[in-house]
Every structure is written in structure tokens, then in C-alpha cells.
């Protein structure tokens, strides 16, 4: 067995006093030595420690730096003629940058999901309530019609993590890219960091494994510059990245009046926003905080600020954040190279970290142990020019799935699913009962491939003839 095998490694951990991530070498075989060390030069100990520094700072600072915060303005809804008519031009502005070839679309799918704990990537997960589409489909099929209807291929970017690279990439593969090129999907892998305790040290989740973890989905700029996207999408006159998450099968992504307002504003960066549904709901809020547009977690906004309520009884900080963003290319591409003025903050999470006692058994903590370390894609608003908010439909547009059960659960969002597809057919005169929430009594499904919006659907509902039986019909 060489002696020399991971020596630089191993000296530069002890320098910085990490040495005990070595603790067991006497006692591994060349594989896992090997393993041990592969997975150790993948961390940056500078960027570790300074990160970590960074995230339990900005917890103090965090606490102490509300006084300077306000709501943010926001293009709200069309309310009046005058604003219709600039949600007509931006729709306009948006459907020309579609037919131009200026957009990608991208998915963020890095994440662990553990609260769902479904056992594969998310964007596996069955999640249609007729024909039990798995996401990635259902984004697929949306994809798919939007270059149907602007005429041109559009490019879609997925990030993925080391936990469900190869799984993801797989299921592409067996389920035939849905139907779309294979050459105009790009799989992309965002960064681990290793999970620490409070004192910086970094866990081992066995005598041969560091505890990593994904390093948030702030990490989505990193994976873009140092993969190679960015630099393709400038190349092909790529002006706007539309970002989504894998968990939001309502995700509008490739939305034209979205696109056209940031484009129109001169943004380098946007965000879609819906009032909260009460102080307590779990999204963060779009605000000023020294005038710099930015987003505060809802763990973070101190519950006097976020039960706050303005004179006509809505609540002060309502602009929800519903992770749906525009980004421009050149933007994301500077902050992925991470120059020196532009770096995304780390966020401290406290978690239960799998790990090992003293002799090697594994531990189970009962309780959080350790702190995840991960950036948030919201930060980089603070370093974007004429960064944008704009209102948008929370019924027509967010319904994640988080949890197993009870809130942004699998059940919460078939309902979801149900209540639109209802509002389209019942806005075409199709004779459906709901409840008061407006959930059907009946099972139906509308593909994006039959229609991408209600406009569409009433067209293609004469086509088919106005059908009378609704239960069970698949439109497709
Ligand atoms: P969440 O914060 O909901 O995390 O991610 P999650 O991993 O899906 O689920 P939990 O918290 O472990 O239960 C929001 C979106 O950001 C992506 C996720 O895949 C999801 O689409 N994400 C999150 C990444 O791509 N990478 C990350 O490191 C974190």
C-alpha cells in the first residue's frame, strides 16, 4: 500500500486543523483510503472556513438589521386598462424573445428532498392526478409546446447533485428524453460542501466518507459558469435563463410577460412574487433592506414584522417568494466565477447529521448536531441591476411538493392541479361541480401538449367537440 497515497491532502487538513476527517486511516483498505481522499480534494478549506464564518455571522448580523427594512414595489396584476396594456407589451416583447431563440429554460433538481423522502430524484416523482406524470414530464411536455408555438428549439439546463446525477440522467434516458433531443438537454452538477459542527469541524458519516451535502441551490451559478452553460448560451444569443424548481409541476417557466418585463426593465435578474397566504406560510418575502431588493426566509423574519399589517389589512411583507426567477446569462456566468465583489453568502443550517462515534459505529443524532452549509439562489438580487418583482397568479403558478403529507404535500397539489384544470374547462362552459375552493368532484388531466394556457384550451375544446364526459379524460 503506498504511504505517499493523499500526503498533501492529509497535511493541508491537519494545517487546517481538520486532520481528524484522517482519523481512521491506519484502519482503511487502499479503496476506501483512495475514496477518502477523492472526496477530500473536492473541498476548498479556504472557502470552508471562511463560508462558515460568513453564515454564523450573518446569523448575529441577521438578527440585528431589520430596522432596515421596507416592502418592496412590484408590477402587480393587470388592474386597469393602463396596466393591461403594459402586460400586453411585455407579452408581446416576451413572445418575440421565444421566437428569437433568446431563452433557456433551467431546473433546479440538486436538492436531497428529505422531506419527501421518496426514494429516487424528485423529478421522478408521479405527480399528475389522472396519469401520475412524473415531473420531469410534466416540465417536459411544457418545454415541448413552447417550441411548438414559438417555432424554435429551446435548450433546457438541469442541475443535479451527486446524489441523483447518474439516477437522473437514467431516467431521462429509459423514459426517451419524453420526447424531446437528447442534444438540447444539458445535465449540469452543482457543488457538495461538507457538513461541520459548530466549531468548524468537518463530520465524517463513516471512517472512509466525509458528510456532504449540496451546496444550495445558490449553488445553480457556480454549476452554470463552471460547467460550461453559460458560456454556450452567450455564444448562442441565450438573453434569459428561466429559472424553476423541480418540486412546482404549476411552474409557468418560458411565461412570455415574465420575460418581457425583465427585458423591458433592463434586469438582470427577476422574480415572480404572490401574496402570502398568511404570515405563517413558508416562503420568504421580497424587500428593501438598505434599499438593495432582497429576500428574507421565513425562518428569518422575526414574527412581529411578518404578522405586520398595512392600513387596508393586508400584510406589510406580503411579496412571496415563489422561487421562479430570469436571469441573465453574463450575470449568472460573473457570479459563478465567484470575482471578488460578487460572492453569494453561506446560510448555516442546523441538521441531524448521520455520523460515527469515537470507534467508528455510526450515530443517528436525535437531535440537530451539525450545520449544513449552503447559498440561496435569492442572493444574488442584491448584485443584479434593475432587479424586478413581478406579481403573478398563485392558483395558475405554485404548488410544490415538500412534504409526504399534510402542506405542499402530493394531496395539496393534485388539488392544485384539479382547480385549474376546472377554472379552464368551466371558463369554456363544461358543466363541472366544484366545492367552494373550486375543487372538481370529477378526476380529469389537460396536458401541456393539448394546451400551454386557458386561451389555447378553449380553442382546442371546440376541436374536440366540446365533450361531455369529463371524468377520467386525459386532454392530450
Ligand atoms: P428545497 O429547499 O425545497 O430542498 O429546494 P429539497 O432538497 O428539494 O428538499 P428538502 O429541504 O431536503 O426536503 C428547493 C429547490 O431547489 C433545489 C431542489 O431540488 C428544489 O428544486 N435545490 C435545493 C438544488 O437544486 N440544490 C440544492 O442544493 C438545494
Not at 448575529?60 to 402587480?76: G, V
Request: glycine letters at 8%; hydrophobic letters at 40%; one cysteine or more.
Amino acid at each position: 500500500m503506498s504511504s505517499n497515497l493523499g500526503q498533501e491532502t492529509r497535511l493541508a487538513f491537519a494545517e487546517a486543523k481538520q486532520g481528524q476527517v484522517f482519523r481512521f486511516w491506519d484502519k482503511l483498505n487502499q479503496v476506501e483510503r483512495e475514496a477518502l481522499v477523492s472526496q477530500a480534494n473536492q473541498i476548498d478549506l479556504i472557502e470552508l472556513r471562511e463560508g462558515l464564518q460568513q453564515a454564523l455571522n450573518l446569523d448575529l448580523s441577521e438578527a440585528q438589521s431589520f430596522a432596515n427594512i421596507k416592502p418592496t414595489p412590484w408590477i402587480s396584476l393587470p388592474a386597469d386598462l393602463d396596466s393591461e396594456h403594459c402586460w400586453k407589451d411585455a407579452h408581446e416583447q416576451g413572445e418575440e424573445l421565444l421566437r428569437k431563440g433568446r431563452v433557456a429554460a433551467f431546473t433546479v433538481a440538486g436538492g436531497q428532498g428529505t422531506r419527501l423522502g421518496y426514494n429516487g430524484p424528485k423529478g421522478a416523482y408521479p405527480v399528475t392526478p389522472v396519469t401520475k406524470k412524473p415531473l420531469f414530464q410534466v416540465f417536459a411536455e411544457k418545454l415541448k409546446a413552447a417550441e411548438k408555438r414559438y417555432g424554435k428549439n429551446i435548450l433546457w439546463f438541469v442541475m443535479t447533485s451527486e446524489a441523483n446525477h447518474s439516477q437522473t440522467k437514467e431516467f431521462f434516458n429509459q423514459s426517451n428524453y419524453f420526447g424531446i433531443s437528447s442534444s438540447s438537454i444539458r445535465f449540469i452538477q452543482q457543488g457538495m460542501m461538507p457538513a461541520v459542527l459548530e466549531t468548524g469541524e468537518i463530520i465524517l458519516e463513516s471512517p472512509s466518507r466525509i458528510a456532504m451535502n449540496p451546496d444550495g441551490h445558490g449553488g445553480s451559478f457556480r454549476a452554470l459558469a463552471n460547467s460550461g452553460a453559460t458560456e454556450e448560451m452567450i455564444k448562442k444569443g441565450i438573453e434569459i435563463i428561466s429559472y424553476f424548481q423541480v418540486d412546482n409541476p404549476l411552474a409557468p417557466f418560458l411565461e412570455p410577460s415574465f420575460l418581457g418585463f425583465h427585458a423591458s426593465t433592463g434586469s438582470q435578474m427577476s422574480s415572480r412574487a404572490a401574496p402570502k397566504t398568511g404570515p405563517e406560510e413558508k416562503v420568504g418575502v421580497f424587500c428593501l433592506r438598505n434599499g438593495s431588493l432582497t429576500v428574507i426566509e421565513y425562518s428569518d423574519l422575526p414574527e412581529k414584522l411578518a404578522c405586520h399589517m398595512q392600513s387596508d389589512g393586508t400584510l406589510t411583507f406580503k411579496a412571496g417568494n415563489l422561487a421562479m426567477h430570469a436571469i441573465d446569462p453574463s450575470f449568472a456566468h460573473k457570479l459563478g466565477k465567484r470575482t471578488h465583489d460578487c460572492k453569494l453568502p453561506f446560510h448555516a443550517a442546523r441538521k441531524k447529521i448521520p455520523t460515527i462515534d469515537e470507534k467508528g459505529n455510526p450515530v443517528s443524532p436525535k437531535k440537530p448536531n451539525g450545520i449544513k452549509l449552503e447559498t440561496f439562489v435569492f442572493d444574488a438580487l442584491p448584485f443584479a441591476k434593475n432587479p424586478c418583482v413581478i406579481e403573478v397568479s398563485r392558483q395558475d403558478a405554485f404548488s410544490p411538493v415538500k412534504n409526504a403529507d399534510g402542506i405542499d404535500s402530493i394531496l395539496t397539489c393534485q388539488a392544485d392541479q384539479l382547480r385549474k384544470f376546472a377554472r379552464w374547462a368551466r371558463a369554456v362552459g363544461a358543466e363541472i361541480d366544484t366545492d367552494a375552493s373550486g375543487l372538481p368532484s370529477i378526476n380529469f388531466e389537460i396536458s401541456a401538449g393539448f394546451a400551454l394556457d386557458h386561451e389555447e384550451f378553449a380553442l382546442r375544446w371546440e376541436e374536440v367537440g366540446k365533450p361531455s364526459i369529463l371524468e377520467g379524460t386525459v386532454f392530450t
